[in-house]
């Protein structure tokens, strides 16, 4: 059997599980607690240098801590605005979306600035997007007819989604700084432009080329966004068992890599798949990379295994992700392109 193998592999304990990994930069990561009984700490990482260069010398090994701060709510997404040092989050129904600062060199403290008003449905909790142009902004709700586009800093609605369904909202996205669209957890779609009163349902010539979605069931839809009403490529996933809940569901596009896709939040494990083979039809794939590391259980009579809540690919690292889990463990892995022969 051929299988693909660990370039690097490195294993952190945070003192708290966090189901949000958001790059502030190439070697920057933040980090959120999501407990609802207790403050939750913000932090913003600093990555080894043994993640970032291939000089071979000894080299720090470890997380930095280089800003915190403190959440009185649990912080479900996380955000930064591109090309600042604010971050937006956002929790359950009853917090409200928080936008913060991070310090300065001098200044290590990730401090409170507004918070923003946002209806929010028992269903789900408010989903976020953020775009610095032409001025730093969030897209953000719970329910289709709830989604607004507000400007961050005079607390200005930019923008409604004008629609009368009330689905929830499944993940926000912005394409550029005028288009974004709505993936709703019943499957609807929107692709809206904040330049037109009206959101097109069918799609936009200029809009991102392709939506990855992911089910509950381990279920993978590739949609063209100039043709909505149907996938333009289907796959099921290697899941071993359907989601428990959508909260950690998470599926994204390699940013370096074309037609791949990582999925997590079904299982323990992260995997990869390359679609560029695809079709319509529903039957299962083989990924190309399964991370298995969080599935390892510690020695004594609790054998369960932890949730993967959350991954993230590397900005510009073509095979480099990070993954947390539920066991407050995270992940930095490297993968290779490379297969190797092992008895079946």
Known sequence: VKESVYKELHDFELQDATRVLEWTGDKR??????????????????????????????????????????????????KHVPHSSLLVTSGPAASPVQVWEIGNDEKDVIKPLR??????????????ATTSMPSPRVAHGSKADSV?????????????????????????????CNTFFVCCTSGLLYVADVRQPHPALEGKKDATPAIASLSSEGHI???????????????????????????????????VLDDTIAISGLDSTVQIYNTSSWDATMRERDPLFTHKGHSVVADGEDESVPMVTVHSWHPWNERTLLSAATDGSLHAWDWSDKLIERDS
């Not at 932090?43 to 280089?66: G, I, S, Y």
């Not at 923003?116 to 449905?121: A, C, V």
């Not at 800093?153 to 909202?169: C, G, I």
């Open 29 to 78: 990561v933040c980090v959120a607690g999501f407990e609802p009984t207790k403050t939750n700490e913000i932090l913003q990482l600093l990555l080894p240098a043994k993640l970032h260069t291939r000089e071979n010398q000894c080299l720090e090994r470890d997380l930095k801590v280089e800003h915190g701060g403190f959440s009185e709510h649990p912080v479900y997404s996380l």
């Open 115 to 128: 918070a923003i008003p946002s209806r929010t449905g028992k269903e789900t909790y408010t989903k976020i």
């Open 148 to 176: 607004n586009i507000t400007e961050i800093e005079s607390d200005k609605v930019l923008y409604s989604l004008d629609v009368t369904r009330s689905d929830p909202v499944g993940n926000l996205y912005f394409v550029d």
């Open 221 to 255: 839809v590739i949609t063209d966004t100039r043709k909505l009403g149907s996938p333009l490529k289907s796959a099921r996933s290697r899941a071993s068992t359907p989601a428990s809940s959508e909260l950690f569901m998470c599926v994204s596009w390699a940013p």
